[in-house]
């Protein structure tokens, strides 16, 4: 008996509550977007530098995973690509000096060679004439003469092979393999890079979801972020109100403890109702049709509004 008093009483009391509300204004809710912030690569938390509440500025240090790893990687990567740009350089530049000075000695030797070589021929040509030798000792001194210019000539050529440095194809190899190794450092500190996490813009901590020395799984959300941005009002008006409204338009907001409206913009209609009537609509039926209107606060005034908290929504450009 006393429930059944007690339960009329609260229905009469929302139906008065109903009935003082102006026919402007419609009742709704605090909505978030929120970032959920994780790493793609898994490790242990080494630090969290946030806790649920706080606010943070976009930059600021989120969380560190164990990288270890990483950062070898990163080490190993620019190892080989020193190794490689020291190779491409040295395919460049030729043969080092010490062994161009090594190449002109054996040139200079070459040389004395076959001026000695020379003068055996020139003098053993008159002894030929004077029949005090034979034919075949000139023909020897010939050939002599002959190998001896023929080295000259080929440790010249070498000399100036030397100068010029690799083959283009050389080059060409040596130049692919820097590039490669770029490739290599560049996705080591990638690697590395997201085990440590920054904030990606302003914004709430909303909720932390491990502590340090946990396992943190690939792709796991550690950190909800909700920027200023992200909040939205939604309230729902009847099937009579939603034709009247635009995107762009502005609303009042109010809520418990706010000392003054709240400014809102209208962003999204929906071009569907929220509950379905039975199949034939009468004038009545459509009466219980609403239409989920969302909007969107100053930055300013976002931070005042929270997820969840009901609100009232007015609507100026409708009559009271």
């Known amino acids: 008996m006393v429930q059944t008093i007690l339960l009329t009483l609260g ?10 509300n102006p026919a402007n204004r419609f009742q709704g809710y ?34 560190v995973l164990e990288h270890e790893y990483e950062q070898a990687s990163v080490d190993d990567a620019r190892h080989g690509l020193q190794r490689a740009q020291d190779s491409l350089a040295d395919q460049e530049t030729g043969q080092r000096p010490s062994e161009i000075a090594a190449i002109k000695a054996r040139l200079r030797q070459a040389r004395a060679a076959a001026t000695l070589a020379r003068i055996e021929y020139d003098r053993r040509v008159k002894l030929i004439r004077e029949q005090t030798i034979s034919q075949e ?26 100068r010029l440095g690799a083959r283009s194809g050389q ?20 690697n590395l890079g997201q085990k440590t996490r920054v904030a990606p813009a302003d914004g709430l901590i909303f909720d932390t979801f491990f502590r340090v020395g946990e396992w943190v799984a690939t792709g796991q959300p550690l950190v909800s972020l909700l920027p200023p941005e992200n909040i939205e009002i939604r309230f729902f008006v009847p099937e009579a109100v939603v034709g009247s409204l635009a995107p762009a338009q502005e609303v009042q907001v109010t809520f418990d403890g706010a000392p003054q409206p709240v400014a809102a913009t209208i962003t999204f209609i929906s071009p569907s109702a929220e509950y379905t009537p039975p199949v ?12 989920m209107i ?18 009232d929504v007015t609507i100026p450009a409708l009559p009271r």
């Open 11 to 20: 229905l009469a009391m929302i139906l008065a509550a109903c009935s003082e």
């Open 30 to 63: 605090v909505e978030g977007e929120f970032v959920n912030i994780a790493s793609p690569l898994g490790g242990t938390l080494d630090a969290l530098s946030v806790v649920r509440g706080q606010q943070v500025r976009q930059g600021d240090p989120l969380f």
């Open 137 to 162: 000792e000139l023909d020897q001194a010939k050939n002599d003469f002959d190998q001896t210019t023929h080295r000259v000539r080929e440790i010249n050529a070498e000399l100036e092979t030397a």
């Open 171 to 190: 080059v060409l190899v040596a130049e692919a393999e820097v590039r490669q190794a770029q490739a290599a450092l560049d996705q080591a500190l990638w």
């Open 280 to 291: 034939i609509y009468s004038s009545q039926s459509r009466a219980k049709l609403v239409f």
């Open 294 to 311: 969302r909007a969107r606060p100053a930055l300013a005034d976002a931070p005042s509004l929270h997820p969840g908290q009901p609100v």
